[in-house]
């Protein structure tokens, strides 16, 4: 596997029925989905997942949030995965994302903002390997 970065489709686009058309456009800039799959996060698993905001006041939000439905979790694979994942998604407020971002097009607010992906080469694959196993990958 070559380089790689992790996104999760959030439960609002999800819900709203954006899955679709947010894998088109990462699959039409050149990603390959190595692993996918729909998933409902416990309380626990979303906490575990996010740990490393345990501290942060908006931790126990985040994590009622991210628990309140299904998501999409997913392995992507391309030259440059995370840093061109990162501009493929746009600023994490879609009010300051760029046009044609997937959080521009996509997102409803801060908080709510349609997609996660790594923010750097080793966590994404800390997060790839906390949501997938080794047989889960092609």
Known sequence: M?????????????????????????ESEGFRIVAMKKVHLTPERAGNFYAIH????????????????????????KDNAVADFRLLI???????????????????????????GSDSDENAIIEADFHFSHAERF
């Not at 345990?54 to 694979?77: D, H, Q, T």
């Not at 746009?90 to 996660?116: W, Y």
């Open 2 to 26: 070559g380089n790689i970065t992790f996104t999760m489709i959030k439960p609002e686009a999800v819900e709203a029925g954006y899955t679709g058309a947010i894998l088109s456009r990462i």
């Open 90 to 116: 746009g600023a994490t407020n879609p009010a300051e994302a760029e046009e044609g971002t997937i959080r521009a097009e996509f997102a409803e607010s801060l908080s709510k903002n349609a997609v996660h």
């Open 54 to 77: 345990k501290e942060r006041p908006f931790y126990n939000e985040l994590v009622e949030y991210m628990s309140g439905g299904p998501i999409i979790a997913a392995i992507l694979e």
